[in-house]
């Protein structure tokens, strides 16, 4: 009879470690319920009192134990399969980041799709105030005909004073395996912990035009088998920083700024 007590102490201990004390209603139950047989076999056994019926009863018992057990081992199995499969598949969290000036994203970046920076004309003063990443991959919606009123955006070329002048840039929206992506100006290197994704020069339209964003162009600028030349559109500057309310020192007058883009997060769960 100690043993037979030993075996229902023992499957009771353990389905309460699977239950993990997260305070299931149904469980905590149940498991009063066997505590309660638990006692009452202690009694019987300390008594010298057996019958047939306790025995079939605390045999049920034992059963309902048993199919318990199953059920929650086969619960935990199943979380540990799905884990398994999304550990599997890489799964993690992710950013977006445009690479202004180039095709490619590079590292472990993911294409998203590439095409040609593009804004308004630089002496406008309407449309976007903003620089985009046109796809190369256009598809047009249903439009009767061209408008008459619109906004504008055209391409942007080069005014870097080297062997980029006059021609188009591209640019590139890359997918990371990490959480965040920003651009820092003013620096050609990242924060101990993150990722460095590219480095460039801060870059933007020229003071006395349309006002336009600040971006990283990429220190290795590439540009597109258009044709070269001046064809209007908006231009892209390097960017200078001036000493008055920007501070001196630590930055410079006149001098080109840097940037640098960076990530962080992990990669796998």
């Given amino acids: 009879m100690a043993s037979f007590v030993f075996v229902i102490l023992a499957v009771t201990l353990f389905s309460t470690d699977v239950n993990c004390g997260k305070n299931d209603p149904v469980y905590q139950e149940d498991f009063e319920n066997e505590y309660r047989v638990i006692e009452r076999m202690v009694f019987l056994e300390e008594a010298g009192i057996h019958t047939d019926d306790d025995f079939k009863y605390m045999g049920l018992q034992i059963n309902n134990l048993t199919s318990m057990l199953k059920d929650a081992n086969e619960t935990v199995k199943l979380l540990n399969d799905k884990i398994a499969a999304v550990k599997g598949k890489g799964f993690r969290g992710s950013s977006t980041f445009t690479r202004w000036g180039h095709t490619e994203c590079g590292g472990d970046a993911e294409e998203v799709y590439s095409g040609y920076m593009a804004g308004s004309y630089f002496s406008h003063a309407g449309s976007g105030s903003n620089y985009i990443c046109a796809t190369s991959k256009i598809k047009y919606g249903a439009v009767d005909g061209r408008a008459e009123v619109q906004g504008l955006a055209y391409g942007i070329e080069y005014r870097l004073g080297d062997a980029n002048e006059y021609h188009d840039a591209p640019c590139v929206v890359c997918r990371i395996p990490r959480n965040s992506a920003i651009m820092i100006p003013g620096t050609n290197e990242c924060e101990e912990g993150w990722t460095t994704e590219y480095r460039g020069r801060l870059a933007s339209q020229a003071y006395n035009q349309h006002s336009k964003d600040y971006i990283c162009l990429d220190e290795r600028p590439q540009w597109l088998d258009n044709g070269k030349g001046s064809q209007g559109g908006g231009y892209l500057y390097k960017v200078a920083g001036r000493c008055g309310p920007l501070q001196c020192p630590p ?19």
């Fill in 251 to 269: 930055y410079k007058d006149y001098y080109y700024l840097t940037c640098v883009v960076c990530s962080f997060g992990t990669r796998d769960l």
